[in-house]
């Protein structure tokens, strides 16, 4: 949702989602996002 320039608004930041995954990421090692588990994953593989 657009407020303005430079102001938005996000559910998930609103309910802590957000918070609650950078504190797992952190916690475990494991990134929340789809591509950093594909290049965790590509760096453990050694791919690349």
């Known amino acids: 949702m657009k407020l303005g320039p430079g102001l938005t608004f996000s559910w998930k930041r609103a309910l802590g989602i957000t918070s609650a995954k950078r504190k797992f990421a952190r916690a475990t090692?494991?990134?929340?996002?789809?591509?950093?588990?594909?290049?965790k994953l590509g760096r453990i593989l050694g791919m690349k």
């Not at 090692?29 to 290049?39: D, V, W």
């Open 29 to 39: 090692g494991i990134p929340t996002s789809r591509s950093g588990r594909r290049a």
